[in-house]
């Protein structure tokens, strides 16, 4: 079964600093890969997907991701953050072309002003 | 268009009682899940249903939760009785059904607390 590991839990930057989420997965097949995120008092919302082709994938709000397969990772990147970011993230897989979701724990970003 | 709705969106009971959670999907998506959110954990699955079929539920403790899909749109959600280890967020999510690109939307959750 696959599984996703998300290292950092919570991470604080200050305005303007650059963003990256480390997200790795375990599966050796086809993977589609998701990153969502839940702003406070919000429910769970898509943020970027990749699904196949350009391994460099843009989402909403200036961010990106990369899937290095390799590596078995997808982080996020986002190189400026803002005070609106402050929210947390998750990385999710689904493996094997079924419709299963298996996310990670989760990594609770602050921005200080 | 209308998101995923759930109710209630908070729900307070004792141990060993018994609650419902209410789902009512974006309209025309086939599948729908449900999904229980541990404080500190991502979302897990408990189950999928296509239509009014269930596709998976092998991680729904079965011994005290229940689900079903009337007529393939609503969901109810039982837990029967309640465990202190039930405190979570119980989500929903519906999507199309499109073999593995589909993008799955959430609904705002029902927080279960267990006293």
């Known amino acids: 079964a696959q599984s996703v590991s998300q290292h950092n839990h919570h991470v604080i930057l200050s305005e303007a600093a650059s963003l990256e989420l480390g997200c790795n997965y375990s599966y050796g097949g086809t993977v589609n890969l998701f990153w969502y995120v839940q702003y406070p008092g919000q429910h769970l919302q898509l943020l970027l997907k990749y699904f196949s082709g350009d391994p460099l994938v843009k989402g909403i709000k200036g961010f990106e991701a990369e899937f290095i397969k390799s590596k078995f990772s997808f982080n996020l990147r986002k190189p400026s953050v803002q005070w609106s970011d402050t929210a947390e993230y998750f990385c999710a897989v689904k493996a094997g072309g079924g419709n299963k979701l298996t996310f990670g724990t989760g990594t609770q970003l602050k921005v200080e002003l | 268009e209308a998101g995923v709705a759930q109710s209630p969106r908070y729900k307070i009971i004792e141990k060993r009682q018994s609650v419902a959670f209410w789902c009512n999907p974006i309209?025309?998506?086939?599948?729908l899940y449900w999904y229980q959110q541990i404080l500190g954990q991502g979302p897990k699955l408990l189950i999928q249903f296509q239509n009014n079929g269930v596709v998976d539920d092998s991680q729904l403790p079965k011994d005290r939760f229940s689900a079903e899909r009337l007529k393939g749109v609503d969901s109810t959600l039982k837990i029967q009785p309640a465990k202190l280890e039930d405190s979570a967020v119980y989500l929903c999510?519906?999507?199309?059904?499109?073999?593995?690109?589909?993008?799955?939307?959430f609904g705002p959750g029902t927080r279960l607390t267990v006293l």
């Open positions: 309209s025309g998506h086939a599948t």
């Open positions: 999510a519906s999507s199309l059904w499109e073999q593995g690109r589909d993008e799955q939307f």
